[in-house]
């Protein structure tokens, strides 16, 4: 069964304190692995796509990086405005077509001032 | 403002009820997504809609439906509710399935 599975669930930093999420996964073929970051009571809003084992992304304070089993998302001296819950997601070639989103549970970052 | 809409953006109705959630893609996607999120499960996947034809389905109970109409906008419909599916709902498109999802900012809804 395909499963993404993220860590910490929760995490919080001091401002400037530097970190990473991790999040593990085990598909039948990988078509893409997504970052997402969610604010509360709002939807989902997409941070970064990575295809291939070895590739990064880069985004402000944040950068996404991807394994053959896992990606992190390194968040360098974050700042308050960072706090949300940030979400991982696999896409999964099925049948030849690529298939829905898998969603991990997500990690809640808060960083304080 | 993401380019996907949804309504309404609260919802509260009765056990035994029925209700319908609306969604407009952004425009020039053909794939809809609809998810349920709740506090301990998180995402989970219901249905794909592209170009009006169902192409996925995931852990979608019986007593929901949904459809995507030659507009391309959706909708998914929940009937006989029961406490438990109180939850997020949302909608999210995409221009084809390989493509990253835009999501909406989601139907709230509570049933009592």
């Known amino acids: 069964e395909d499963q993404v599975t993220q860590s910490p669930e929760a995490l919080r930093l001091q401002e400037g304190e530097s970190s990473s999420l991790n999040c593990s996964y085990t598909?039948?073929?990988?078509?893409?692995l997504f970052w997402y970051r969610q604010d509360p009571g709002k939807g989902p809003e997409f941070l970064f796509t990575?295809?291939?084992a070895g590739e990064e992304k880069e985004k402000e304070r944040l950068k996404a990086t991807l394994t053959k089993k896992e990606s992190f998302l390194h968040i360098t001296a974050p700042k308050p405005e960072d706090s949300a819950t940030y979400l991982c997601a696999v896409q999964v070639i099925k049948g030849g077509s690529q298939g829905n989103l898998i969603f991990g549970k997500g990690t809640k970052l808060s960083v304080k001032p | 403002d993401s380019g996907v809409t949804q309504t309404p953006k609260h919802l509260i109705t009765a056990t035994g009820q029925r209700v319908t959630l609306r969604c407009s893609p952004r425009s020039g996607d053909l794939s809809v997504y609809w998810y349920q999120q709740s506090l301990d499960q998180g995402l989970q996947f219901l249905i794909q809609y592209y170009n009006g034809e169902e192409r996925a389905k995931g852990n979608i109970l019986e007593r929901f439906s949904a459809q995507q109409f030659p507009d391309l906008h959706s909708e998914l419909n929940l009937s006989s509710l029961e406490l438990g599916d109180s939850a997020l709902y949302f909608c999210?498109?995409?221009?084809?399935?390989?493509?990253?999802?835009?999501f909406g900012s989601g139907t709230r809804l509570t049933v009592v």
């Open positions: 990575l295809y291939s």
């Open positions: 598909v039948s073929g990988l078509r893409g």
């Open positions: 999210a498109s995409s221009v084809e399935s390989n493509y990253g999802y835009t």
